[in-house]
């Protein structure tokens, strides 16, 4: 789908996908739980202003998310600023010296509409500091949080990481690998109504990067998933630091529950330009679509769901 055919569906507020991990119909409106109630939210289309504080596992979400924001033809994305550190919980962000500290201070300038962050293991204090700001120089902010694949395939939530571990990503066991994910995704989740709950109000949204990450890692098992062969296809080392296609996916997870609208029929990535793999190409991209999309509408702490 071109570009122009992806705005016009878009504006008609429609998608449809038909996934074999459900039977459900994906619209692209969103909802946002507040305590009891659902409120139906519809899919933005101004730009947001986004401010991200990412490890090695997030960081390139920043730059791909303006690339699938532009692609959507939504007018005003803004990337306010990039807190890197490899490694990191989110309260390392929030301990850099305040003269360094760019987060602090565009949340303080009421700069961000959106901050995104990138936790390893529960708990991290950081979440709800930087959530506490956030919501005291904007009341409206959201902030999302990222639920990665497990690195080693394995959910080992201890200090310090076992980054030199041997892992053969090629015969992990996927039943086994999902039933840890889905222990990872209850504990975040968990942190993130919590802290909801004593703000008295819906600030965090978590996304469920892992869960699509799970989900594509079957697909390529049952050889479906058009230019990956293999379930190394989407790492470059044992601890799972990712290649371009898992990148795209964690990407467009996030478009998906920051604009709550469906990342399906945005033109390929020109990143697979730049990896020069001509295997990585439109199909493998509409997948990771639709697959992202899936895990969203999903996931009842991203804020979306699958219709109005």
């Not at 994906?26 to 739980?33: E, I, K, L």
């Not at 990337?79 to 962000?93: M, T, Y």
């Not at 529960?122 to 497990?150: C, S, Y």
Request: proline letters at 5%.
């Amino acid at each position: 789908m071109q570009r122009r055919e992806f705005l016009k569906s878009a504006s008609l507020g429609l998608a449809a996908l038909a996934l074999p991990s459900c039977m459900a119909t994906a619209g692209r409106t969103g909802s946002v739980a507040t305590g009891a109630r659902t409120q139906v939210a519809a899919p933005l289309l101004k730009g947001q202003r986004v401010f991200t504080c990412a490890h090695s596992f997030h960081t390139f979400v920043y730059r791909m998310l303006a690339e699938a924001a532009q692609n959507a033809g939504i007018q005003g994305h803004e990337c306010v600023g990039l807190s890197r550190i490899g490694g990191s919980r989110v309260g390392q962000h929030w301990d850099v010296a305040e003269e360094k500290n760019e987060a602090k201070a565009a949340l303080r300038a009421g700069m961000v509409d959106v901050l995104t962050l990138s936790p390893i293991w529960m708990p991290d204090d950081g979440i709800e500091k930087f959530a506490r700001l956030g919501v005291e120089h904007n009341p409206d902010i959201r902030i999302t949080v990222q639920e990665f694949w497990l690195p080693n395939d394995t959910y080992a939530p201890r200090y310090p990481l076992e980054t030199r571990k041997q892992v053969d990503h090629n015969v992990t066991d996927l039943v086994a690998l999902q039933q840890a994910q889905t222990r990872y995704d209850h504990d975040v989740d968990e942190c993130a109504r919590g802290i909801n709950q004593r703000l008295g109000k819906t600030v965090l949204f978590t996304v469920p990067v892992g869960q699509a990450a799970v989900t594509l890692r079957a697909k390529i098992v049952a050889g479906q998933a058009p230019g990956l062969k293999k379930q190394w296809d989407l790492f470059r080392d044992c601890w799972g630091h990712p290649q371009v296609p898992l990148q795209l996916l964690s990407a467009y997870c996030h478009f998906a529950v920051i604009y709550r609208r469906s990342p399906v029929g945005l033109p390929v990535s020109s990143d697979f330009a730049k990896a020069n793999k001509p295997e990585w190409g439109a199909a493998l991209n509409r997948l990771l679509q639709e697959l992202a999309w899936d895990a969203v509408v999903h996931h009842p702490m991203s804020g979306v769901t699958a219709g109005s």
